[in-house]
């Protein structure tokens, strides 16, 4: 079964940092563009960042430039998100999907994970 799950969010402080992780099972993530996107309460999906095939390119929206860090691994088939700084506009469910192309807009992703909440709350 082909299959993306993300994982590592949580329950913060403003401030803190959390690490997520999108483990691929069933096929490998090394022939795709990966992205983070992240929808909050009331509100619609947005494009958080993303990474190139090889790790060599990498974007981010500007509300988490310089906070958050995108990476892969692909011999380990997962691509992570580390997220310092976190404040409260953080707080969402984060998804990571698999991209025909590089870059943030959803249009462009056709496979999503189930998703992981972070809660940045003091």
């Known amino acids: 079964q082909v299959q993306l799950v993300e994982s590592g969010g949580g329950l913060v402080q403003p401030g803190g940092s959390l690490r997520l992780s999108c483990a691929a099972s069933g096929f490998t993530l090394n022939y795709y563009a990966i992205g983070w996107f992240r929808q909050a309460p009331g509100k619609g999906r947005e494009g958080v960042s993303c990474i190139s095939i090889r790790g060599g390119f990498t974007a981010y929206a500007d509300s988490v430039k310089g906070r958050f860090t995108i990476s892969r691994d692909n011999d380990k088939n997962t691509v992570y998100l580390q997220m310092n700084s976190l404040k409260p506009e953080d707080t969402a469910v984060y998804y990571c999907?698999?991209?025909?192309?590089?870059?943030?807009?959803?249009?462009?992703?056709?496979?999503w994970g189930q998703g992981t909440q972070v809660t940045v709350s003091s």
């Open positions: 999907a698999l991209g025909s192309r590089f870059g943030l807009s959803s249009t462009w992703y056709n496979a």
